[in-house]
């Protein structure tokens, strides 16, 4: 079992449309970490979070903790969010980071 | 901010042929460099870690002889994938941050697609 899963694997949407990825972990970590992977294969950082929720835009951030989750949500969603979702958790003590294997989102106009 | 820059996005070369990936931070001091490695539809996998001035951190089961790291300013790493062949075909990304190690923010290039025939 990776130490890492997300969820789900794949995710098809209506331009519009509410999304949530799902990222779980069981390890201890010092921070989660959400990127995005575009098409041509660049990798832009979305958040780094340890507690709470964050927000930037139309993306929000947020992880419990106790339950060694974090959930990815994109509001108003629109066909230029097509992408590859990874969840990554830093190790606690490490700090190296175990990528998740990825969400690939397709939103459809 | 932290804009990092990945040089060249593409190489297709000959089997036997030594390539050079550059990786730039343009905006910031990048004390601390990261190599990855991607295979298709698979998530990515760290090869190395490394540290301006020092010597690169490698993780198991990445040859150091076969790809070496040089971090030799605040701005600039280097992998070079000696006499490559085909099974280093693949996608390898590096990133950049200001912390030593893992402990902050990456910032990543948009990576570079190595074809070996």
């Known amino acids: 079992k990776n130490e890492v899963e997300q969820s789900p694997q794949n995710l098809t949407a209506q331009e519009g449309e509410f999304i949530t990825i799902n990222c779980s972990y069981s390890?201890?970590?010092?921070?989660l970490h959400w990127l995005q992977q575009h098409p041509g294969g660049g990798i832009v950082s979305l958040f780094m979070?340890?507690?709470g929720k964050k927000k930037h835009g139309r993306l929000i951030a947020t992880i419990n903790i106790q339950e060694k989750h974090s959930s990815l949500h994109i509001t108003a969603s629109h066909p230029r969010d097509s992408a590859v979702y990874i969840c990554?958790?830093?190790?606690?003590?490490?700090?190296?980071?175990?990528f998740g294997t990825g969400t690939r989102l397709q939103v459809f106009p | 901010g932290a804009v990092v820059s990945q040089h060249p996005s593409w190489v297709i070369c000959k089997s036997g042929t030594s390539v050079k990936i550059e990786c730039r931070s343009l905006?910031?001091?990048?004390?601390?460099m990261f190599w990855y490695r991607q295979f298709p539809k698979q998530s990515l996998m760290l090869m190395a870690t490394?540290?301006?001035?020092?010597?690169?951190?490698?993780e198991q089961g990445v040859e150091k002889d076969k790809f070496l790291i040089n971090h030799a300013s605040l701005t600039l790493s280097t992998l070079t994938v000696t006499s490559a062949h085909p099974e280093d075909s693949s996608f390898y990304i590096c990133?950049?941050?200001?912390?030593?190690?893992?402990?902050?923010?990456?910032?990543f290039g948009d990576g570079t697609r190595l074809s070996i025939l």
């Open positions: 979070l340890s507690s």
């Open positions: 390890v201890g970590i010092s921070a």
């Open positions: 990133s950049a941050s200001r912390f030593r190690d893992m402990a902050g923010p990456q910032h």
């Open positions: 490394s540290n301006e001035g020092s010597k690169a951190t490698y």
């Open positions: 990554a958790a830093s190790r606690r003590n490490t700090d190296k980071l175990i």
């Open positions: 905006d910031f001091q990048a004390t601390t």
